[in-house]
């Protein structure tokens, strides 16, 4: 650190660091409540433009409370000395507020750039035992909303929306009602759920996303709850019930780690978190603070995730399965369920990108709206962890080719650069192992997930199945970015006819090829597929492989067309349903 001539106090820094983060929650929940206003206005450009500047926000305030501390903060204090002092000053100031935990990661934040830790400095910086570890279970939630049942589904569905008859105003409420009860009837009956046993609890804040809004609740059954989400699309005929979701599996993709965020005021973060939770058990914490909008927390509970398994388990990090990366060394802890990637100090042939140019691909899906398809990661500076914990193989390839991301010492590794991912079966893997029938699903799953991603001004470079990975629940989404673009800087051609046999034969093109030029005809070769599963992506995929495909998508995008991509499978739609009875399960 650059002495001064002068030590600023522990007060004023304390001072400093507070009055950043409330400037900070101030603008978050600033832009969180705009979200209503973006939905009933339908103003879908302005909303992603919100999410974006909502994620900068972080970034900016802890930018600005470092400069600050580094101006002055002189060289007369240990950075143990002083910052246990801050610490202990702001942890007073912060005792009762609400949000204490997003509070002390945004001390973390900022302090561990001022004294550039390495590792976890106790002294200085809130551990894990400085923060409440999340209970569990189906406790009180203060801010919900208890509905009895009072003689039929319709009534509970009508007292729903009852509770937020001043923010949402159904354009044909009784239309809604009756879909909303005949799938709610069905589903318990399916469910051998006795609907005058149960009542409802609803949280209070709407859930907004992209183009949808939510209202999430939970049916009370004795000891047990049942997830219920409500979703509203406002279309040009207004505001209308498009489904009605009631199993954990569909609460889970709808918070999944592979979407945008939501703007939801919460009140006390902990709580809401601790009411998802209940409805979505399997979730990791880290998750769910992430998916309402507090990356910032999440990376840091899953820091802390990490912490507790390394310390119930004694097996160490590996390579992780699948091809070897050309861009990035990859690999895993099979006890935690992440992946780590360091980015490589030299790229294998033929990638053509740098260091710099890989992580601003992240920074792009990062702000981008990832629509189900590109998986969310989160970005560690100076991780530190004991060597005996790394497989000797492992070590020598960090050594190899990672030598500007890691630092190998004698009795820890310090990752100084490292990307955090969600783990996930690599696609060409799941379809080696997988039976014919899950095999062909995630093949179908592959294709949508190509279009989805294209709906979305992505195209993610490489096609190959290595690339691509499989969720829990079958779906397929991108992982691989270091090739990712925006699709409408693509130029899509159809390749000019070779003029010999030698050139048709050729290794090289025989042709002009710039850097952003793409041969959807060349496609084909991306596909690694067995002969029937060719065959089954031809059949509802074989557009991919035309010129007309891409050049049509671009014109829906330049045009400002916003697509819908919904996180619940098209049957659950529910007026499409009505229209459409005998409709097969979409995406």
């Known amino acids: 650190m650059t002495a001064t001539n002068h030590d600023m106090e522990p007060e004023t820094a304390t001072e400093i660091i507070l009055d950043a983060f409330r400037e900070y929650q101030y603008a978050f929940d600033r832009i969180t409540l705009m979200g209503r206003d973006r939905f009933i206005e339908r103003d879908w450009r302005g909303a992603h433009q919100d999410v974006v500047e909502r994620i900068e926000l972080y970034r900016r305030a802890v930018e600005q409370?470092?400069?600050?501390?580094?101006?002055?903060?002189?060289?007369?204090?240990?950075?143990?000395?002083?910052?246990?002092?801050?610490?202990?000053?702001?942890?007073?100031?912060?005792?009762?507020?609400?949000?204490?935990e997003l509070a002390k990661t945004f001390f973390n934040s900022a302090i561990r750039r001022v004294f550039e830790t390495i590792g976890v400095d106790s002294e200085s910086e809130f551990v894990d035992t400085d923060f409440d570890v999340l209970s569990v279970g189906s406790g009180a939630c203060p801010e919900c909303r208890l509905i009895a049942f009072r003689g039929s589904i319709r009534s509970l569905v009508e007292d729903i929306f009852n509770l937020f008859d001043?923010?949402?105003?159904?354009?044909?409420?009784?239309?809604?009602f009756e879909l909303a009860t005949e799938e709610?009837?069905?589903?318990?009956?399916?469910?051998?759920?006795?609907?005058?046993?149960?009542?409802?609890?609803?949280?209070?804040?709407?859930?907004?996303?992209?183009?949808?809004?939510?209202?999430?609740?939970?049916?009370?059954?004795?000891?047990?709850?049942?997830?219920?989400?409500?979703?509203?699309?406002?279309?040009?005929?207004?505001?209308?019930?498009?489904?009605?979701?009631?199993?954990?599996?569909?609460?889970?993709?709808?918070?999944?780690?592979?979407?945008?965020?939501?703007?939801?005021?919460?009140?006390?973060?902990?709580?809401?978190?601790?009411?998802?939770?209940?409805?979505?058990?399997?979730k990791p914490v880290s998750e769910i603070y992430t998916s309402i909008g507090y990356h910032k927390h999440g990376k840091a509970e899953l820091f802390r995730e990490l912490q507790r398994s390394l310390h119930r388990s004694n097996d160490k990090f590996m390579i992780a399965p699948g091809e070897k990366g050309m861009v990035m060394v990859v690999f895993t802890l099979p006890s935690f369920d992440v992946v780590f990637k360091v980015i490589k100090d030299r790229f294998d042939y033929p990638k053509k990108t740098d260091r710099r140019a890989v992580r601003e691909r992240y920074q792009l899906v990062f702000r981008h709206d990832r629509a189900g398809r590109l998986i969310d990661a989160q970005e560690f500076e100076y991780l530190k962890i004991g060597k005996d914990r790394f497989s000797d193989r492992l070590l020598s390839e960090l050594r190899k080719s990672a030598s500007r991301s890691v630092d190998i010492g004698d009795h820890d590794v310090v990752l100084r650069h490292v990307y955090t991912e969600r783990?996930?079966?690599?696609?060409?893997?799941?379809?080696?192992?997988?039976?014919?029938?899950?095999?062909?699903?995630?093949?179908?799953?592959?294709?949508n997930a190509i279009k989805d991603l294209a709906a979305t001004n992505i195209f993610p470079g490489d096609l190959f199945l290595k690339n691509f990975g499989v969720t829990?629940?079958?779906?397929?989404?991108?992982?691989?970015?270091?090739?990712?673009?925006?699709?409408?800087?693509?130029?899509?051609?159809?390749?000019?006819?070779?003029?010999?046999?030698?050139?048709?034969?050729?290794?090289?093109?025989?042709?002009?090829?710039d850097e952003n030029d793409v041969f959807p005809e060349e496609f084909g070769t991306f596909f690694r597929l067995r002969q029937p599963l060719r065959q089954v992506f031809a059949g509802c995929h074989g557009d991919l492989l035309q010129l007309e495909f891409w050049q049509h998508m671009q014109e829906k995008l330049r045009s400002g067309d916003v697509l819908s991509i919904f996180p619940y499978h098209t049957d659950r739609r529910l007026r499409q349903r009505a229209r459409n009875p005998r409709r097969p399960n979409g995406r």
């Open 184 to 282: 709610i009837n069905s589903r318990f009956g399916a469910m051998g759920v006795d609907p005058s046993h149960v009542a409802i609890e609803v949280h209070d804040s709407i859930f907004y996303r992209n183009k949808a809004a939510y209202i999430i609740g939970r049916v009370l059954l004795g000891q047990s709850v049942l997830p219920l989400v409500i979703a509203l699309l406002n279309e040009d005929e207004g505001i209308y019930v498009d489904a009605v979701l009631l199993t954990e599996e569909e609460i889970s993709v709808l918070f999944s780690f592979t979407r945008s965020y939501f703007r939801v005021r919460a009140e006390r973060p902990w709580e809401l978190v601790r009411f998802i939770k209940t409805l979505i058990p399997s």
């Open 423 to 447: 783990r996930i079966t690599p696609l060409d893997i799941y379809v080696r192992e997988a039976g014919e029938s899950e095999a062909r699903d995630v093949v179908r799953d592959y294709g």
């Open 65 to 100: 409370v470092v400069s600050s501390l580094k101006t002055g903060i002189g060289s007369g204090h240990t950075s143990s000395d002083i910052g246990r002092r801050i610490k202990t000053g702001y942890l007073r100031a912060i005792a009762d507020r609400n949000d204490i």
């Open 472 to 513: 829990r629940h079958g779906r397929v989404i991108f992982y691989d970015y270091d090739e990712l673009c925006l699709l409408l800087d693509c130029r899509f051609k159809t390749m000019p006819p070779a003029r010999s046999i030698e050139e048709e034969m050729s290794a090289e093109p025989w042709f002009y090829v």
């Open 166 to 176: 001043t923010k949402i105003a159904l354009a044909d409420p009784r239309l809604d």
